[in-house]
């Protein structure tokens, strides 16, 4: 079935460390996004990528990095400049950029501080 | 400024009975969507409707319904005789086709508990 896989499903972050977060899609889906989910919060993006090699930053980008070298994969890195990076990550995709294509996500990764 | 504001932070009904989870947007611009997705404990948000600017008409899936008024920029959700399988977060999104960027905007959610 196609769909949207991320991982792990939890992560655990040391102090100053750097982690990456797993995004990978068989939907053939041109767009893919990043979101960040606090309790109580909307959603709130933190990158989208139209195409292969290209990404853009959306509201709360600093202390994130993302590369989009294969159309299937987004991987999101928190890096330690990220100090407040404990929060639900969901990655989001969909058949192209426009504003009225639905949005297809995965079930998310939860990362915590150690 | 576009903003979505879901005033409901919580609801509990009990089984069966019916519930309407409430959304109103702001957008300047004039062709927009707007989507209802639902989030359950396992986390994954799942796409359950879309509406754009131009159709008014309200529709009904089974048990869900959808109220669109564009003259109180509302788009509120219904369901019918809710089951325990309905409990979740549910999230209301505003998309613009003219603001340069292909952002939703998402309400904040209301979460429904509903108890058996």
């Known amino acids: 079935d196609g769909g949207i896989t991320q991982s792990p499903k939890y992560l655990f972050r040391k102090e100053g460390q750097n982690v990456t977060l797993s995004c990978e899609q068989n939907l053939n889906h041109d767009a893919m996004y990043w979101y960040r989910q606090d309790p109580g919060q909307g959603l709130r993006l933190i990158y989208y990528s139209q195409i292969v090699n290209d990404f853009q930053k959306g509201d709360i980008a600093e202390g994130y990095s993302v590369s989009r070298e294969k159309k299937e994969s987004f991987p999101l890195t928190v890096t330690s400049a990220q100090k407040n990076p404990t929060a639900f990550y969901l990655c989001?995709?969909?058949?192209?950029?426009?504003?009225?294509?639905?949005?297809?996500f995965g079930d998310g990764t939860r990362l915590s501080i150690l | 400024a576009q903003k979505v504001t879901q005033a409901q932070t919580e609801i509990s009904v009990v089984e069966k009975e019916d519930v309407t989870l409430d959304c109103v947007y702001e957008t300047r611009d004039t062709t927009y969507y707007l989507f209802w997705y639902k989030q359950p404990p396992s986390g994954e948000l799942v796409f359950l409707i879309r509406?754009?600017?131009?159709?008014?008409q309200n529709e009904i899936s089974g048990r869900y319904s959808w109220n669109f008024q564009k003259s109180t920029s509302s788009f509120n959700f219904t369901i019918t005789a809710s089951q325990v399988v309905d409990s979740a977060v549910y999230f209301c999104?505003?998309?613009?086709?003219?603001?340069?960027?292909?952002?939703?905007?998402f309400g904040t959610g209301t979460r429904l508990k509903v108890l058996a």
């Open positions: 999104a505003l998309s613009e086709a003219h603001s340069g960027t292909y952002k939703y905007i």
């Open positions: 509406r754009n600017s131009f159709d008014e």
């Open positions: 989001a995709s969909s058949i192209g950029d426009r504003s009225y294509q639905p949005q297809h």
